[in-house]
């Protein structure tokens, strides 16, 4: 059974820093896609960042230059790191395996001074 447990998340201030990480279990991690996605409160979900098993990445627009996903094989695990984070940025964050369509529960990410 595949799952994806996030964490990370908390209440920062802007322009501060927090790291996500995604933990896997049950699948072939090193050989996939592993992508980050948020919803904020009456928004729909959006795309955050994905990483190939190349290492390849992309970002959405609005997290370019800020935002960094990277991920760790040995430890079956992605994460991304958020800086320069700004009150737009507050959502729940998920962690999402395209290959099995599997979503994480997500972890609250709140920029506020």
């Known amino acids: 059974q595949v799952q994806l447990v996030e964490s990370g998340g908390g209440l920062v201030q802007p322009g501060g820093s927090l790291r996500l990480s995604c933990t896997t279990s049950?699948?072939?991690?090193?050989?996939?896609?592993m992508s980050w996605y948020r919803q904020a409160p009456e928004k729909q979900r959006e795309f955050v960042a994905s990483?190939?098993?190349?290492?390849?990445?992309a970002y959405g627009d609005s997290v370019k230059g800020r935002f960094t996903i990277s991920r760790d094989n040995a430890k079956n695990t992605v994460y991304l790191q958020m800086n320069s984070l700004k009150p737009d940025d507050t959502a729940v964050y998920y962690c999402?395996?395209?290959?099995?369509?599997?979503w994480g529960q997500g972890t609250q990410v709140t920029v506020s001074s």
């Open positions: 999402y395996t395209p290959s099995d369509g599997t």
């Open positions: 049950g699948f072939s991690f090193s050989w996939n896609t």
């Open positions: 990483i190939n098993n190349y290492g390849t990445t």
